[in-house]
């Protein structure tokens, strides 16, 4: 058990580009969520899968965000359009959907837009 | 919609002091609780979790016990290590409810 991993650890673009970040959770879980965190601030809910269905999406959420779990396996986040608004960690975790519920965080990819 | 409100931080402490971070939550229904824990450079990881109300969660000398009455979570040690120096954040979750986390609080443990 590898744990859940992301990629890239960090990115930096500039204002308008399009990003996309991989997430591989650990391998019997079937929900993966995705958040984002700021400085200072918990993390904040955007989606979640429960195999490859998207179950959940934060209202918060802008359109320029999408993701996918094609294969009920690893998930991309995508932003598209990138404003500088969006510099944060984004989180990936993945967990059992039965049972305790407890969640398993990978290290984050921190994204800078200039 | 759900929340999780943690006392503000920082919550500086001498070694071997006694811990309370308080954490209250609203929700409907009878969510699964949590506290994660996040050292400086790292991912957040699970400290304790409880399930249902009176439930105590208990992990490296820290509790926490699931008030319905009074809808906490509070953490607890009872003596604090320097080593303990981190982030701790309040959650809530678990079958239909949207994972929620509280803002964190950080803990700085003094020799």
């Known amino acids: 058990d590898t744990g859940v991993s992301q990629d890239p650890r960090h990115k930096i673009t500039k204002r308008g580009q399009n990003v996309t970040f991989r997430c591989d959770p650990i391998?019997?879980?079937?929900?993966l969520y995705w958040y984002r965190q700021t400085l200072g601030q918990g993390p904040e809910f955007l989606t979640y899968?429960?195999?490859?269905?998207?179950?959940?999406k934060s209202r918060l959420l802008s359109d320029r965000f999408s993701a996918e779990r094609p294969k009920g396996s690893f998930s991309t986040l995508e932003i598209q359009r990138t404003e500088q608004g969006d510099s944060a960690m984004y989180l990936c975790?993945?967990?059992?959907?039965?049972?305790?519920?407890?969640?398993?965080f990978g290290p984050g990819t921190r994204l800078t837009v200039l | 919609g759900n929340s999780v409100t943690q006392m503000e931080g920082p919550v500086t402490l001498s070694e071997e002091a006694f811990l309370t971070i308080n954490c209250t939550y609203t929700?409907?229904?009878?969510?699964?609780l949590f506290w994660y824990v996040q050292y400086p450079g790292e991912g957040l990881q699970l400290l304790l979790k409880?399930?249902?109300?009176?439930d105590k969660g208990s992990n490296k000398g820290f509790e926490a016990t699931y008030r319905k009455e009074t809808t906490s979570f509070h953490l607890e040690k009872g003596s604090v290590q320097v080593s303990d120096s981190a982030v701790y954040f309040c959650?809530?979750?678990?079958?239909?409810?949207?994972?929620?986390f509280g803002r964190g609080t950080s803990l700085i443990v003094h020799p």
């Open positions: 959650a809530l979750a678990g079958g239909s409810y949207i994972p929620t």
């Open positions: 929700a409907t229904g009878y969510p699964s």
């Open positions: 391998s019997e879980h079937n929900r």
């Open positions: 975790a993945s967990s059992l959907a039965e049972g305790g519920f407890e969640q398993f």
């Open positions: 899968f429960q195999n490859e269905a998207q179950l959940e």
């Open positions: 409880a399930t249902k109300a009176d």
